[in-house]
């Protein structure tokens, strides 16, 4: 049930030019990492991430915040 040392990650993130919220995760030992990128809206002064197949119409939007 679990393990008994700690896992450690590094991240990295990105905005591209075409709007898009860009991020990758790996761990530190080496391990198999992800990427992924998502869809930036502003609506307002709110903006908002899309999760999901871009060519899904009816995919969920999230608020995003980002702060110091």
Do not use: F, H
């Not at 919220?21 to 990128?37: K, Q, T, V």
């Not at 991430?49 to 110091?68: I, T």
């Amino acid at each position: 049930m679990g393990s008994s040392g700690g896992t450690s990650l590094t991240s990295d993130w990105k905005v591209t030019d075409e709007g898009q919220w860009c991020g990758s995760i790996a761990s530190a030992a080496g391990g198999a990492g992800s990427e992924w990128c998502r869809s930036v809206l502003k609506v307002g002064n709110t903006y908002y991430y899309a999760a999901g197949a871009a060519k899904d119409p009816s995919r969920p939007a999230y608020e995003l915040k980002v702060s110091k």
